[in-house]
């Protein structure tokens, strides 16, 4: 593996014990940070993500805490700050979808997801950029092509992540002059491997792929890992699209 220079770094990432989340784990961890792997429910996936990154160059923890809720958020990196003083990095990348069209969809549903795309960075700002005083900080946040896009039953989670990006702009201006750049990855479908659903549907969209195939976690968390460099200081507030060059044909 490349030298990040990532060797040291403390690191919080939301959603970390599955898919993406854990990817993005596995990458930092790999690259010498220590990572706290953050989940709400199952413990079960949390000791698996743990031991799985456990012969890696750095470390690797498991915190419990929904955070969409500020008190556990709050709870969480409190955590943060007494065992570790600091952080370097936070992913975002806790998420909620309803599957609904925009007619007919509960606002219940669409409410939760964005609840979960924003209330994480809404309330925790203060307290994130309290524990990166002094830089360099990177936050980073997953964001999805439906943000943009138009994707069926998608309506809620597409609003969500657009405005989730909105959010990352909005942080990185205030948050530029403390050293701590604000980003955003976005991709389109994601290979989940053989439990991918719509299997058709992703054949299709892997053959339409100029690169040849659909993104899988890894290029997202390959991603992350370039923004959390320190030659990537200069980059704020951008989106930045990792999807082998689909959204290109539209």
Same mark, same amino acid.
């Given at each position: 593996?490349? /030298?990040?220079? +990532?060797? =040291?770094?403390? @690191?919080?990432?939301?959603?970390?014990?599955? $898919?993406? #989340?854990?990817? !993005? %784990?596995?990458?930092?961890?790999?690259?010498?940070?220590?990572?706290?792997?953050?989940?709400?429910?199952?413990?079960?996936?949390?000791?698996?993500?743990?031991?799985?990154?456990?012969?890696?160059?750095?470390?690797?923890?498991?915190?419990?805490?929904?955070?969409?809720?500020?008190?556990?958020?709050?709870?969480?990196?409190?955590?943060?700050?007494?065992?570790?003083?600091?952080?370097?990095?936070?992913?975002?990348?806790?998420?909620?979808?309803?599957?609904?069209?925009?007619?007919?969809?509960?606002?219940?549903?669409?409410?939760?997801?964005?609840?979960?795309?924003? /209330?994480?960075? +809404?309330? =925790?700002?203060? @307290?994130?950029?309290?524990?990166?005083?002094? $830089?360099? #900080?990177?936050? !980073? %946040?997953?964001?999805?092509?439906?943000?943009?896009?138009?994707?069926?039953?998608?309506?809620?989670?597409?609003?969500?992540?657009?405005?989730?990006?909105?959010?990352?702009?909005?942080?990185?201006?205030?948050?530029?002059?403390?050293?701590?750049?604000?980003?955003?990855?976005?991709?389109?479908?994601?290979?989940?491997?053989?439990?991918?659903?719509?299997?058709?549907?992703?054949?299709?969209?892997?053959?339409?792929?100029?690169?040849?195939?659909?993104?899988?976690?890894?290029?997202?968390?390959?991603?992350?890992?370039?923004?959390?460099?320190?030659?990537?200081?200069?980059?704020?507030?951008?989106?930045?699209?990792?999807?082998?060059?689909?959204?290109?044909?539209?």
């Amino acid at each position: 593996m490349a /030298d990040l220079g +990532l060797e =040291g770094k403390v @690191a919080l990432v939301t959603g970390a014990t599955r $898919g993406v #989340g854990l990817a !993005v %784990a596995r990458k930092l961890c790999g690259a010498g940070a220590t990572v706290v792997l953050n989940y709400a429910h199952r413990e079960d996936d949390a000791h698996r993500a743990v031991k799985e990154l456990a012969p890696l160059r750095g470390e690797a923890v498991a915190l419990r805490a929904d955070v969409t809720r500020a008190g556990e958020l709050e709870r969480l990196l409190g955590q943060v700050r007494e065992r570790y003083g600091r952080l370097d990095v936070f992913v975002h990348n806790a998420a909620s979808w309803n599957p609904a069209p925009a007619v007919g969809a509960d606002p219940a549903g669409v409410h939760a997801d964005l609840t979960a795309a924003l /209330d994480p960075l +809404l309330h =925790g700002a203060p @307290a994130i950029a309290g524990l990166m005083a002094g $830089g360099p #900080g990177r936050i !980073v %946040a997953v964001s999805s092509s439906g943000a943009h896009s138009v994707i069926p039953r998608y309506v809620g989670l597409g609003v969500a992540k657009a405005a989730l990006e909105s959010l990352v702009r909005y942080l990185a201006v205030e948050l530029a002059g403390r050293d701590i750049a604000v980003n955003a990855v976005s991709t389109s479908k994601i290979d989940k491997g053989p439990g991918t659903p719509q299997p058709e549907v992703a054949a299709a969209l892997a053959a339409r792929t100029p690169a040849g195939r659909l993104t899988n976690p890894e290029d997202i968390a390959d991603t992350v890992a370039l923004l959390c460099t320190a030659e990537a200081g200069w980059i704020h507030g951008q989106v930045i699209t990792a999807d082998g060059g689909l959204g290109l044909r539209g």
